[in-house]
């Protein structure tokens, strides 16, 4: 599985394998939700698979991919991520790479419960 940097600008990188889109991750303040609270404490990532590809234990590989590329290209002190509360497949993805759960709040933009989970760099 590698990855292929689409656009510097705005955080959002391809995930491919053998050639072919399998997902994305993305850094930056496009991976917050609106009514959470964040500050420069951490880096936060957010991304998926392709949908046909969820749901066959290839996340944790793709996330951690993502991982080692944030980690080499931004350095940062800690990683964050922001999940729907609902969503418990991503949850243990997550807390599978070490993350923690913080807090969680309700995003302004429908009122749906998120949780905003975090992972310190060595
Ligand atoms: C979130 C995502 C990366 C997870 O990867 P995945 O390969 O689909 O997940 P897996 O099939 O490995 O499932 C992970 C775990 O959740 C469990 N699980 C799956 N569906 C579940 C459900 N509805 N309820 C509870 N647990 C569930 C699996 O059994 C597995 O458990 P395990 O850790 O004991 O093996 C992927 O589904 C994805 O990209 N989804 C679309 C976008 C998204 O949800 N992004 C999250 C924002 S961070």
Redesign the pocket.
């Given at each position: 599985m590698g990855r292929l940097p689409t656009d510097s600008r705005n955080g959002y990188v391809a995930l491919v394998d053998k050639g072919e889109l399998i997902?994305y991750r993305v850094f930056g303040p496009d991976g917050r939700v609106p009514g959470g609270e964040y500050d420069e404490s951490a880096l936060d990532t957010?991304?998926?698979?392709r949908?046909e590809l969820?749901?066959?234990?290839?996340?944790?590989q793709?996330?951690a991919t993502g991982l080692e590329y944030g980690a080499a290209h931004f350095r940062p002190t800690a990683f964050r991520?922001?999940?729907?509360s609902f969503?418990?497949?991503?949850q243990?993805?997550?807390q599978?790479l070490g993350f923690v759960p913080n807090r969680t709040f309700n995003a302004t933009t429908d009122g749906r419960s998120f949780v905003i989970m975090t992972r310190r760099q060595p």
């Amino acid at each position: 599985m590698g990855r292929l940097p689409t656009d510097s600008r705005n955080g959002y990188v391809a995930l491919v394998d053998k050639g072919e889109l399998i997902g994305y991750r993305v850094f930056g303040p496009d991976g917050r939700v609106p009514g959470g609270e964040y500050d420069e404490s951490a880096l936060d990532t957010g991304g998926g698979l392709r949908p046909e590809l969820t749901g066959r234990g290839l996340g944790k590989q793709a996330i951690a991919t993502g991982l080692e590329y944030g980690a080499a290209h931004f350095r940062p002190t800690a990683f964050r991520v922001t999940v729907a509360s609902f969503n418990i497949r991503a949850q243990r993805v997550v807390q599978g790479l070490g993350f923690v759960p913080n807090r969680t709040f309700n995003a302004t933009t429908d009122g749906r419960s998120f949780v905003i989970m975090t992972r310190r760099q060595p």
